[in-house]
T-cell receptor, first 114, second 114 residues
């Protein structure tokens, strides 16, 4: 049963505009959330994370927002660049959990057009 | 820089063969993970290991086994490969200090079972 859901398989945005990727979760025990970015033929790379004690975390062009009551998080990319075109995975984990294994969503493929 | 390497980028095997996928990390991480990535299904956890000789089943362990004889190496074994095991296999590692320690992924092995 998918505990982390990314309901939009794909998103297309123009260069310079904002990209908003959404993620919903069902397990209220999740307390740490991450976004990973994946290019074709490469492994995922860590992008940004947020703890459940916060509602926002910012790193350069990337901001993650967490709404615990709605069990929803979103990743904002401003401004979007063509190099941001990739698949973005939302992931979540629970404390304590041996190895802090991550539960991943199915991913959203972002295309940033010039 | 953390480096996670996987023994093969591409592998083609026949149904019934025994398949070994090797993963090595160079950062003395305690935790190691095997995922598979399939279109429309995202990343699913097969097995993880939180220490040498320790292993735990993930969400989809059926048809797989693992071995962790040394801290830096985590092997995924397909005892008798089947066509439904055709997939992208991703290895990851992380330190076990805190929940916020990042999982680092290898480049992946694309396995085709004929």
């Amino acid at each position: 049963d998918q505990q982390v859901k990314q309901n939009s398989p794909s998103l297309s945005v123009q260069e310079g505009r904002i990209s908003i990727l959404n993620c919903d979760y069902t397990n209220s025990m999740f307390d740490y959330f991450l976004w990973y970015k994946k290019y074709p033929a490469e492994g995922p790379t860590f992008l940004i994370s947020i703890s459940s004690i916060k509602d926002k975390n910012e790193d350069g062009r990337f901001t993650v927002f967490l709404n615990k009551s709605a069990k929803h998080l979103s990743l904002h990319i401003v401004p979007s660049q063509p190099g941001d075109s990739a698949v973005y995975f939302c992931a979540a984990s629970v404390t304590p959990n041996s190895g802090y294994a991550l539960n991943f969503g199915k991913g959203t493929s972002l295309l940033v057009t010039p | 820089d953390v480096k996670v390497t996987q023994s093969s980028r591409y592998l083609v095997k026949r149904t019934g063969e025994k398949v070994f996928l090797e993963c090595v990390q160079d950062m003395d991480h305690e935790n190691m993970f095997w995922y598979r990535q399939d279109p429309g299904l995202g990343l699913r956890l097969i097995y993880f290991s939180y220490d040498v000789k320790m292993k735990e089943k993930g969400d989809i362990p059926e048809g797989y086994s693992v071995s962790r004889e040394k801290k830096e190496r985590f092997s995924l074994i397909l005892e008798s490969a089947s066509t439904n095991q055709t997939s992208m296999y991703l290895c990851a590692s992380r330190a076990e200090r805190t929940q916020t320690d990042t999982q680092y992924f290898g480049p992946g092995t694309r396995l085709t079972v004929l």
